[in-house]
C-alpha cells in the first residue's frame, strides 16, 4: 500500500475546525512518549490545569482535559451530571443545543427544548419564564453556536440560573481561546470545549471544568455514572492529588499539544488574540461586503471566529467550496439543517485568524463567485 | 511558566504501555492537519480500515478506530451491544476483566463473573458449564490480561459461544499486533485495541471490530445507544459510504499516527513482527533466569509482549522500579490488585521489542538488584 502522509499539503483551515496548527504545536506532538505515571508527565499535566482554569476564568479545581474531542466532553458533563428522570432545559438555536438534547434525552432526563430560529441568539425572557415554571436540575446552553455563528447571551442566562437549584452547563468549543470566556462570572457549573478551534491544536481532547455545585451532584448521585470511560469520580483521581490513581492510559502526545497550544496564546496575551480575532472579523465582514455578500447574523451577536456568510442567489454553494478546497488550497465550511445550501461557514478560529489569511481567502472566493457567475 | 517540553528525554518503554514509538510514526503525528471531511482525509480512513481489518483477521465491514484510548473502545461495544438487562458474562482473571463486569454492570447489564485465580488462564470447562445453564446476550474476556500477562483461550472459549445466541466480545488491547489476532476465525462479534502497545503508535484511539451478528444486535435494539460520542450507528454513517456524514470532529493528526504505524508493520510483515515478540521474550526470561528471577506465569499460557516478574524476598519493588527509571531511563511496570507489590509488569510490546532493549534493561536490573541486595 502507497503511503499517503507523503502527499499530505497544508490547507488553509477556513471551515468550522479544525483550525491551522502553529509549527511549535506541531512538533510538541513528535516529541517523545513518556509514561502516563511518569514524574516528568504529572508536572506537565499540573501545568495544563493552571493554564486553563486561566483561560476559562475559574477557580474549579476539577479543570482537566477528558480524552475525546469536543463532543466527549459534552458527552462527560451530561453523563456525570444527570440522574434518570433529572428534568433538563436546554436552549437550543442550532445542530449543537439539538445535541445537547439529544444526549440529555439518551441519558433518560426529561429534557425540554427551548428553541430559538437558528441564526438569532437566544432570548434572556422566554428562559426567565421557563425557570419560574419548572424547577430544573440542569440548564445547558451553547456559548458560540457552530452551526450559526451565533453568540448567545451566557452571562444573562447565567445570572437567571443562578437563582434556582440548577447546575449551568455551558458549552464554550468554538469560543474558548476567541473571546473571553468567564466561568466563574457567569456562574457556569459545568464547561467544556474542544482543541481544535481557537485553541489551534489538532481535535483530540476536550478541555472540562466542574464548580463545587457540579461536583456536589456527582458525588451526591445514586447510581454510579452508567460510563465507566468518562467517570469524572475516577478520571478525577489520576489529574489530582499526591498520589496518582491509573484510570486509562491518557494520549501523552495530544497532551504535549495542547500543553504548547496553550503557552502559545498565553506567550502572546490572551487580550491581542481576543484583538486579533476580532480584527480578522472586522476585516473579513468588511470585504465580503465589497464583494456584495452578506452575514446571516446581525452585528450585535455575531461570533468573529464563526462567519456565517449567505450565498449568493444562483450560486451553488458546494461548487464554489469545492474549487475553493481544490484550486485554492482553502477549506470552508458547508451550512447545516435548515441552513444547507444556503450559508457558507468562514472559520477565524485560533492561528487561522491573521490578515494575510483573510486577504488570501477574498482573492480565492472573489475568483470562484466571478466563475460560478 | 517555563516550556517544560524542551526537557522530555526519551525514556525506554518497558511498562504495560505507552511502548516506544518509531521515528516515522512521530513525523506522521506532525503532518499538516486537515479537514476530517477533505477527500484526502477520507482516503486515509479507508486505508486504515483495510489496513486493521488485516492485523484483526476480519471481513468485517464496521472495522475502524475509536476517538478514544482503548478503555474507550470497550465502553464502545459493551453500550452499543447492551441492553437494561442484558445478561452477560464475563471471565475474568485480571484488572480488565473486572472493568469489563464494571462497564457492562453500569449499563444495566445482569453480569455474571466468572473468575479465575490472577495469574492463570481462563478455563474452557466452567465457560462451558455457565453456557449451558443460562441464556447469555453476551460473553466477553480478555484476550492478552495486561495486568498478570496471561493469554487468554480464546478461540477455545469462541467455539463454545458459537452453540449460543451470544455475542462474543474480545479484549485484544495488548496482543493486537504482538501475536496472531483471529477475530473471524475465534466467531468473535465485538473485538477493541488500544494504539499505544503493539501498535507502537501513542495513545489516543482504539481500533474496533463489529461482526454482522453484533450490527444485526445493535440494529434491533429497542432504545438508542445511551451514549451519543460512541453511538457505533451514527460514527459509521462518516467511517462509510459514499456521501461521509459529520458525527465529531475525528483526531486527525492521531490517525495519521495510527495509519503510520500500521504500515510500519506490515513493511516489517505481520510474521516477521510476531517472531521479534516472541525472540526478545525469550531473550528476556532466559536473562531474568541467569539472575535468579522466576516469572508469575506458567509458560504454556505466558504474552510475549507483556511479562510478570516475580519480585524477590527482601526487594522493595517500588525502589528498583523508581531507581530504572531515573538512573537508566527504563520505565517498567508495578504489579496491580492483588499482584501489588509482588510483581513488576516488563513490557515488550512493538517497536519496544527488540533485542539491545533488552539487553540494556538486563543490565540495568542487575545493577540495581544488587544496589537493593
Known amino acids: 500500500m502507497e503511503n499517503r502522509l507523503a502527499q499530505v499539503r497544508e490547507v488553509l483551515l477556513m471551515g468550522p475546525g479544525p483550525s491551522c496548527v502553529p509549527p511549535r504545536v506541531y512538533e510538541a506532538l513528535a516529541r517523545p512518549t513518556i509514561g ?76 425540554d427544548v427551548l428553541e430559538f430560529e437558528w441564526g438569532t441568539p437566544a432570548l434572556v425572557e422566554p428562559v426567565k419564564s421557563r425557570l419560574a415554571a ?15 455563528g451565533v453568540c448567545n447571551p451566557v452571562g444573562e442566562i447565567g445570572a437567571l440560573v443562578k437563582g434556582t437549584r440548577a447546575r449551568y452547563l455551558v458549552d464554550t468549543v468554538t469560543s474558548l481561546g476567541g473571546i473571553a470566556v468567564a466561568m466563574d462570572a457567569w456562574g457556569a457549573d459545568a464547561l467544556y470545549s474542544g482543541t481544535q478551534k481557537c485553541l489551534s491544536c489538532p481535535p483530540g481532547l476536550s478541555p472540562l471544568s466542574f464548580s463545587e455545585r457540579a461536583v456536589a451532584k456527582l458525588q451526591a448521585r445514586k447510581s454510579k455514572v452508567p460510563n465507566w470511560y468518562l467517570d469524572l469520580s475516577m478520571i478525577i483521581k489520576y489529574w489530582e492529588g499526591a498520589k496518582r490513581v491509573y484510570h486509562h492510559t491518557a494520549p501523552i502526545n495530544m497532551l504535549y499539544g495542547l500543553y504548547q497550544a496553550l503557552l502559545c496564546i498565553f506567550e502572546e496575551g490572551i487580550e491581542r488574540v481576543f484583538a486579533r480575532h476580532r480584527n480578522a472579523h472586522e476585516q473579513l465582514v468588511a470585504g465580503l461586503a465589497a464583494l456584495g455578500l452578506e452575514m446571516l447574523v446581525r452585528p450585535d451577536c455575531r461570533l468573529p471566529m464563526l462567519n456565517a456568510v449567505k450565498v449568493p442567489e444562483g450560486v451553488d454553494e458546494a461548487v464554489v467550496r469545492s474549487a475553493l478546497l481544490k484550486e485554492h488550497r482553502i477549506e470552508i465550511g458547508a451550512g447545516l439543517g435548515p441552513l444547507a445550501g444556503k450559508i457558507w461557514r468562514v472559520g477565524l478560529m485560533g492561528h487561522t485568524a491573521r490578515p494575510e489569511n483573510v486577504a488570501r481567502f477574498l482573492d480565492a472566493l472573489a475568483a470562484e463567485l466571478k466563475n460560478a457567475g
Not at 40 to 48: E, G, K, R, S
Not at 73 to 80: D, L
Not at 97 to 107: E, F, I, P, S
Not at 135 to 146: F, K, M, N, S
Open 36 to 111: 502516563h505515571l511518569d514524574p516528568f508527565f504529572i508536572a506537565v499535566m499540573d501545568d495544563i490545569k493552571v493554564l486553563l482554569r486561566q483561560l476559562m476564568g475559574t477557580n474549579n479545581p476539577l479543570t482537566l482535559p477528558i480524552s475525546g474531542t469536543g463532543s466527549a466532553g459534552m458527552e462527560t458533563c451530561f453523563v456525570n451530571l444527570v440522574e434518570r428522570g433529572d428534568p433538563v432545559l436546554v436552549l437550543a438555536n442550532g445542530v449543537f443545543g439539538q445535541r445537547m438534547a439529544d444526549v440529555a434525552g439518551r441519558l433518560g432526563a426529561d429534557v
Open 134 to 148: 419548572k424547577d430544573y436540575a440542569i440548564v445547558a446552553v451553547v456559548h458560540a453556536e457552530t452551526s450559526t
